[in-house]
């Protein structure tokens, strides 16, 4: 069995998890998507860390699962947990 790390994010009261698998960078949101993501300034925000991490992002899927809190704190929380997965996964 293969092991799966989790990568926490949290903004106010808003949590968010992050898990990351080899793939061809899909990213999820609580099993939606990003591109149909709504407000669009949320889903740029969620997109950040994948902009600045460059390739990696064709290579790997983030699966994030979010609760609590507004649409803003959610993007927020979901962009520090993806944040900390794309580097756990550089580091690895």
Do not use: W
């Amino acid at each position: 069995m293969n092991k799966i790390d989790l990568y926490p994010g949290q903004r106010k009261t808003c949590r968010a998890v992050a898990t990351i698998v080899k793939g061809n960078g899909k990213i999820r949101i609580n099993n939606i998507p990003v591109e149909v993501i709504q407000p669009e300034v949320a889903k740029e925000l969620i997109l950040t860390p994948t902009n600045i991490i460059g390739e990696l992002r064709d290579r790997v899927d983030v699966n994030v699962h979010v609760n609590g809190g507004g649409f803003m704190g959610q993007a927020f929380a979901s962009a520090v947990a993806i944040s900390r997965a794309l580097t756990g996964e550089t580091k690895g």
